[in-house]
């Protein structure tokens, strides 16, 4: 078996639809500050209702989302799916037949101390040659494959960072992680922009995975 991976992305700053929207996003759309802020989050959780009904073939604003304890939205019954964000881009990794995480970030200054305080020795080893853009892009590589593995396992940060090994360079894979078996993993990296780096990681257990783009 093949797992397939559907990756969608769309534009936040264009206008979602709030109709869509179960009472409890609708709140939470109310609360953000600014409108900027509560349009992209309309436009990102209506985009990933349109994009589920039409994989499932139902109406997507009698989706019925669960949580679990570390706030990771859910479908009884499947698929797997997971949605991230940067600025005005959102990135939806989808899969019928194994837990999927995705993660994307844009590339910015970052303190050395960041990496000192959240990586494994394994990873701050990678970085310490490196310098400028170098070091910049090998710290968003470790950074959004350590992310969608954790929203893949469904932890999220609630797991700490140090507590596992992803490899820096442009070929991903896990290392180590306690309370798995890496070789049940498989790693994705992404380039949605030069400077917006990203992966994708799926509870693969050795079998072949084709990520598919949509748009």
């Given at each position: 078996m093949?797992?397939?991976?559907?990756?969608?992305?769309?534009?936040?700053?264009?206008?979602?639809?709030?109709a869509l929207l179960a009472p409890d996003e609708r709140t939470r759309a109310a609360a953000f500050a600014t409108e900027t802020l509560r349009a992209r989050f309309i436009a990102g959780r209506s985009g990933l209702r349109l994009r589920l009904g039409a994989h499932l073939g139902q109406d997507p604003a009698r989706l019925a989302f669960r949580y679990n304890r570390f706030g990771r939205?859910?479908?009884?019954?499947?698929?797997?799916?997971?949605?991230?964000?940067?600025?005005?881009?959102?990135?939806?990794?989808?899969?019928?037949?194994?837990?999927?995480?995705?993660?994307?970030?844009?590339?910015?200054?970052i303190e050395r101390a960041v990496a000192t305080r959240f990586f494994a020795p394994s990873e701050l080893q990678a970085l310490e040659p490196l310098t400028g853009a170098d070091w910049e892009q090998a710290?968003?590589?470790?950074?959004?494959?350590?992310?969608?593995?954790?929203?893949?396992?469904?932890?999220?940060l609630d797991t700490p960072l140090a507590s596992f090994d992803v490899?820096?360079?442009?070929?991903?894979?896990?290392?180590?992680?306690?309370?798995?078996r890496v070789q049940d993993w498989t790693l994705i990296h992404l380039s949605l922009a030069p400077d917006l780096p990203g992966a994708v990681a799926v509870e693969s257990r050795g079998a072949p995975v084709e990520l598919l783009r949509r748009d």
């Open positions: 093949t797992h397939r991976i559907e990756l969608w992305t769309w534009d936040l700053d264009r206008p979602g639809e709030a939205p859910e479908l009884p019954g499947g698929p797997s799916f997971n949605l991230s964000h940067c600025g005005g881009l959102a990135a939806l990794a989808l899969c019928s037949s194994a837990a999927v995480g995705v993660d994307i970030e844009a590339i910015r200054p710290f968003f590589r470790l950074w959004t494959r350590k992310e969608a593995f954790l929203k893949a396992v469904g932890t999220g490899t820096a360079e442009d070929s991903p894979r896990l290392i180590r992680a306690e309370g798995q």
